[in-house]
């Protein structure tokens, strides 16, 4: 057991546990976080999706050492319900969740990407959403989404 300091939407946690625990099990179980979600456990899917100084990391596969010290970022972190961020807003517009498990992989995987990419093309925003999975089948809202936000991130 090692006791791990780092922060969570700008908030210091620490969580005791095995160093080699998945970020993912601390956020869902020690900080009792609905967001991410586990998906695949495997890094495949992107619903455990989070940012770790700004880049977009599959928490299922992070070992929670590897946090130590550094700031983590969730969906729930991304925006608030008084100032969402400019996917949240877009993702409800264009009624994009079905079941909305999805949701977490693809907002934060998106927002990191717009971020260095503002003015990315339709290619560029699909081979950098690429691995994300919805079975749902909502790609296409996913994308009209996403470039709605875009637009406003403009």
């Known amino acids: ?57 599959r928490s299922c596969v992070m070992p929670i050492s590897a946090v130590a010290g550094k700031k983590v970022t969730t969906l729930q972190g991304l925006g608030t319900p008084k100032k969402p961020h400019p996917l949240q807003v877009a993702w409800v517009e264009e009624q994009v969740p079905q079941c909305g498990y999805c949701v977490n992989g693809w907002i934060m995987t998106a927002a990191a990407f717009l971020k260095k990419n503002p003015k990315a093309n339709d290619a560029q925003l699909r081979e950098a959403l690429a691995g994300l999975k919805c079975r749902c089948g909502t790609h296409v809202a996913i994308l009209r989404a996403i470039k709605r936000a875009q637009q406003q991130m403009a």
Request: proline fraction near 7%; aromatic fraction near 6%.
């Open 1 to 57: 057991m090692a006791s791990i300091k780092f922060a969570v939407d700008g908030k210091a946690v620490t969580v005791n546990a095995d160093p080699s625990m998945p970020l993912l099990y601390a956020l869902r179980n020690d900080l009792e976080m609905g967001n991410p979600h586990f998906g695949c456990g495997l890094a495949q899917c992107g619903a455990c999706t989070v940012h770790l100084n700004g880049e977009p990391v």
